[in-house]
DNA sequence: CCACATCAAATTGCACACAATATACTGGTT
DNA sequence: AACCAGTATATTGTGTGCAATTTGATGTGG
């Protein structure tokens, strides 16, 4: 949309649109990653996955979906690609036959020792302050908390 | 990569990261653009190309793709797309027969009158202010700027 | 206990992103 | 003119995102 300072007289004109900044930073972003995330064969999102499973082994394909805000379109075939790669096992629930039961394998733990050294390069890789960095965090969820209504 | 505030306890955790506030806003912006695009028939990227063609009608596909960051193998499939629809029209240039030359139709000079009021309508879905916008804008142009290198 | 709404995943179809490669045109060099 | 490095676009292949639909399991009212 546009920058709005505070009318503008070309609305349409891309430099002074924030959603495009955004964009572009966001695409930027998970370019940047993908030297860090090769060495450990994951995609940005399948790292995303990785890491709600480091902290909540066995969810269900819902709770993820929530978490990372993707839907089962997105997820399904995202996941089995892990399960391919032996990371992931896609059990179901005792319970709830419906439900995936998404339970890591040894390699899937394993993996998390590996990671922990991306978020300290990715962050010498923006070259942003950590101040800068909390301030874009907290408008980026504000920004999504209002898109998601 | 982490929020850096300043020591984080757990690297790897989700709700800490910058990247996915990042990663989760993008999506959601391009996802509340739709509403407002369909019915211009278009994507959010086949806007973006839009707009820089109302602005620099002619340009050749390097350009194109130097304004918005994409390469051909996005682009030249989105072209062949909004060509299909009649928007654009996809010439060679007379002096170096291996440029495009991408031209608006009349079909896609009108929707420019159309396109007018999408910046406006998504600056009020924001919810943010004028000033928080231009911040957001800055901050992504800085980390845009610093990946890019 | 059975029709029926609900729900979790999966599937389908389309449109990006982008790395890697191929194709085709251009401008010198010889 | 033949060669060749460089350039502009196109193609191929993989992996998302997401709307829309389907499949199969669950629970619930009659």
New binding site residues.
């Given amino acids: 949309m546009h920058m709005s300072s505070p009318l503008p007289e070309n609305p349409l004109c891309l430099d002074d649109q924030v959603c495009f900044s955004l964009?572009s930073a966001?695409?930027?972003m998970?370019?940047a990653y993908?030297p860090y995330l090769e060495q450990l064969q994951?995609?940005?999102?399948?790292y995303?996955?990785m890491m709600v499973l480091w902290e909540r082994n066995g969810?269900?394909?819902?709770?993820?979906?929530e978490q990372?805000?993707?839907?089962?379109?997105?997820?399904?075939?995202?996941?089995?690609?892990?399960e391919l790669k032996g990371l992931v096992c896609?059990g179901r629930?005792q319970?709830?036959?419906?439900?995936?039961?998404?339970a890591l394998t040894d390699a899937g733990q394993a993996l998390r020792e590996q990671a922990m050294s991306v978020p300290l390069q990715m962050f010498c890789r923006t070259g942003l302050t950590p101040a800068q960095l909390t301030e874009l965090k907290q408008l980026c969820d504000q920004l999504w908390s209002q898109l998601a209504e």
Avoid: F
């Fill in positions: 964009y966001a695409n930027a998970v370019r993908r994951l995609t940005y999102p399948q995303l996955v969810i269900s394909v819902k709770l993820l979906g990372l805000h993707l839907d089962s379109g997105t997820l399904t075939p995202l996941l089995k690609r892990l896609r629930s319970q709830d036959e419906r439900m995936r039961e998404l």
